[in-house]
């Protein structure tokens, strides 16, 4: 009904013939009784004319607000923060130096940060800053959490403004960001296999018994199957001690060798062994699969899509079928074995899945011996890489640590248990044979300790392997105890800093300190120099005597040899046993360590500097000294990728640190800390430093997305090529 017929009907009267009853206006805000019975209301006070009439009581909803109304509330929000950042702005001259006023010596540096402004040096960047609210600390031990930071947020919104989605999606999803990010991975194609024969020759009663038919692979000989055998033990063997050596060459490669092979448990494992044992030769002496700038990948062996081993691994997926339900050791090993070939191609969904396998697998052994207790331990410290640095999810095999116990070893050594202040032991390979000691021992010299005697004269090789597990260990108790003291507290408001106290990242620094000062001599190195040797042990060796790159005789070393060098360009030192490896991880995870413990220092010094102390400034300034020349990055580990351990977390590693390094020639607070604190050292090694992480990632982004996702967030800060 249109104005007019509205108005005709309205002076009809109500004795006046009407087709509808009359309704009238709409009131802004009727009360109930009006709204029920659909009739005007006065909106009088406090009762309208027709419940006044009527004698009914008069009630009124509540007004909604209007957008308009939320505007004007969120303006004086706003507007009360304003007043109570300007009231605390000193009135006179703000102190030198952070926190209270005091006197400082000529040499020691001063900030003022009151008159700098914590945001990037162009005036957008200032104005997003001031429309982005700080967020209270809350510590992630991911690294690619630091891009949920809102100073990183406004730089990825300068230089990436078209990804802004992707970050909201990584910030709202977190790992399920990840995980999507490889199942766009092409699976491994399976049309690569070996050529098998029928099996003919004489069985055991067990082979016959089994009733599946045995074959045989042509391209398997004997001295392959040795040759391969040799390659694994030698190489991931020393990184992932969950096999025994004497056992798999006197039972499982004899029977293979002699019977052929068949879906029993002792042909996958020998598979998988070959399999890795291939990638383990190929991954040190293969061909690159590419070149950048003449520079070939440390990425050796096979080609993108086809990884070495390829043949062999594919010869065990499809026996695997038949023992996965097994309630063995076993089953174990091959989940852990598959795990790790998957790792060496940066299939690193696929690593994770057949981790939690060998996880839940661990809980249906009953007896705990010592081989047990190693592949148990190994999914503890894969499992929690895992969950520490892409934040998945854990299976509960934690819970069996204190069930099994510690592999037992001869010789004792000291660990940082999980508060950094008690020592346990661990160790390695304590019954391997004398035969396969003896024989290590004459073709490699390396620092004694890695070498330790047992009781009865053999050596034991246990130090790196007890020194990375304490490591480890200690890595997840110091994140806990960051993420206990940040939850811990009553929430902060948007003002206030809500991270942990400066005492706090100190002991936890002095727990690190610790673990390094708890190592044996021969595995010590300058703080300020990881790419040097370690102290050799004096006896028979000289004090100066570095590692043999031909792992045949000792010979005196040079003062001051490197064990790592930057130069990527030159051909790589081979260190059998993967020498080089072992130490590269310890020293790096060290360095990282630190880094983690510090790097709550920087977030308070991007986003609340006004509240900066001195000792918070010196905090900065060692997150940023630890991060430069890590072992992992140089020459010749850097140049055999496929073996080195959790090769997921090392990309989105590096990539938050070159977004920090990037902040440092920008953000003014950052720019001070690290011109008058960080030392000339931190100059020098500078550039080299971001260079070779970017190298890192520039290599492994042809056959890992995560690092590829890392590159292209990269390319427009440091303007790397396409």
């Not at 939320?70 to 950042?85: F, P, W, Y």
């Not at 694994?232 to 039972?251: A, C, G, K, Q």
């Not at 052994?365 to 929690?384: F, K, N, P, S, Y």
């Not at 081979?574 to 020293?587: G, N, P």
Request: glycine share 6%; net charge neutral; with cysteine.
């Amino acid at each position: 009904m249109n104005a007019d017929s509205a108005a005709s009907s309205a002076s009809s009267g109500p004795g006046g013939p009407t087709s509808r009853a009359h309704r009238g206006a709409i009131a802004s805000q009727a009360c109930e009784t009006c709204r029920s019975r659909k009739q005007k209301c006065d909106e009088a006070r406090p009762r309208c004319g027709l419940c006044k009439r009527i004698n009914l009581e008069c009630v009124y909803r509540e007004p909604q607000p209007t957008k308009k109304d939320k505007t004007l509330v969120e303006i004086l929000d706003r507007l009360k923060s304003l007043e109570g950042k300007v009231d605390r702005i000193p009135t006179g001259r703000a102190p030198q130096g952070f926190g209270p006023p005091q006197h400082p010596p000529s040499s020691q540096p001063s900030f003022n940060p009151e008159t700098e402004q914590s945001s990037y040096s162009t005036p957008s960047a200032r104005q997003q800053q001031q429309q982005s609210p700080n967020q209270p600390y809350r510590h992630a031990s991911a690294a690619h959490k630091i891009l949920s930071w809102p100073a990183l947020q406004q730089l990825m919104l300068q230089v990436l403004p078209t990804n802004a989605g992707d970050f909201k999606t990584l910030e709202s999803d977190g790992t399920s960001f990840i995980v999507r990010m490889h199942n766009g991975q092409p699976k491994l194609p399976m049309d690569e296999s070996l050529e098998d024969r029928p099996f003919v020759g004489m069985q055991t009663q067990a082979t016959r018994n089994s009733g599946g038919p045995r074959v045989t692979f042509p391209a398997l000989t004997r001295d392959a199957m040795y040759r391969l055998t040799a390659a694994y033990f030698d190489t991931f063997n020393f990184l992932y001690p969950f096999m025994d050596r004497r056992t798999f060459e006197s039972d499982t490669l004899v029977k293979v060798c002699s019977e052929g092979f068949d879906g029993d448990v002792d042909s996958v494992i020998a598979l998988m062994i070959f399999c890795l044992g291939e990638v383990a030769i190929e991954g040190l002496t293969g061909d690159p699969i590419g070149e950048y700038n003449d520079l070939p990948s440390g990425v050796r062996g096979g080609s993108n899509g086809r990884p070495p081993g390829l043949a062999l691994f594919n010869e065990a997926r499809k026996c695997l079928g038949f023992v996965v339900t097994d309630l063995e050791l076993e089953n174990v090993q091959i989940f852990s074995l598959f795990a790790l070939y998957y790792q060496s191609c940066s299939r690193h969904v696929d690593f994770w899945r057949m981790t939690v396998s060998a996880c839940q697998a661990c809980y249906i052994l009953v007896t705990w011996g010592d081989l047990i207790r190693r592949a148990v331990w190994h999914c503890i410290a894969m499992e929690t890489s895992l969950n520490q640095e892409l934040d998945l999810p854990l299976t509960g095999i934690l819970e069996l640590s204190d069930r099994v116990g510690m592999p037992s070893f001869n010789v004792p050594f000291c660990e940082a248990d999980h508060i950094g202040n008690q020592a346990t032991n661990f160790g390695l390979f304590s019954d391997f044979s004398r035969r396969v000691l003896v024989k290590f021992a004459r073709q490699i010299w390396i620092p004694s300790s890695f070498l330790l005697v047992n009781a009865d004269g053999t050596p034991s090789i246990e130090a790196h392997f007890a020194s990375a597990l304490a490591l480890r260990r200690l890595c997840a108790s110091m994140n806990a105890q960051i993420y206990d003291s940040t939850s811990s507290s009553e929430t902060p408001s948007s003002d206030e800093f809500g991270g942990p106290s400066a005492n706090t990242l100190k002991s936890l620094a002095a727990q690190l300190t610790q673990w390094r000062g708890l190592l044996p001599r021969d595995l010590q190195w300058p703080e300020d120099d990881p790419a040097a040797f370690p102290t050799p042990q004096t006896g028979n060796i000289g004090v100066n005597d570095a590692v043999d790159p031909s792992l045949a005789t000792p010979r005196p070393g040079r003062p001051g040899a490197q064990l790592f060098t930057t130069d990527l360009n030159s051909d790589p030192m081979q260190y059998r046993f993967v020498y080089d490896v072992q130490v590269a991880v310890l020293r790096t995870r060290y360095y990282y360590a630190k880094y983690v413990v510090y790097r709550p220092f920087v977030y308070k010094a991007l986003h609340f500097p006004e509240q900066m102390t001195q000792e918070d400034a010196q905090g900065v300034a060692e997150c940023l000294r630890s991060c430069l020349k890590w072992p992992l990055t140089m020459s010749p580990t850097s140049r055999h990728k496929r073996l080195i351990p959790c090769l997921f977390c090392w990309s989105q590693t590096f990539l938050s640190i070159l977004l920090i390094f990037h902040l440092t020639q920008h953000n003014p607070m950052l720019r001070d800390i690290r011109a008058q604190l960080c030392g000339p050292r931190f100059e020098a090694d500078f550039d080299v430093s971001v260079a070779l992480m970017q190298d890192w990632i520039r290599d492994l982004k042809a056959v890992d997305p995560l690092a590829l996702w890392c590159y292209k967030i990269l390319q427009p800060l440091y303007n790397l090529e396409p």
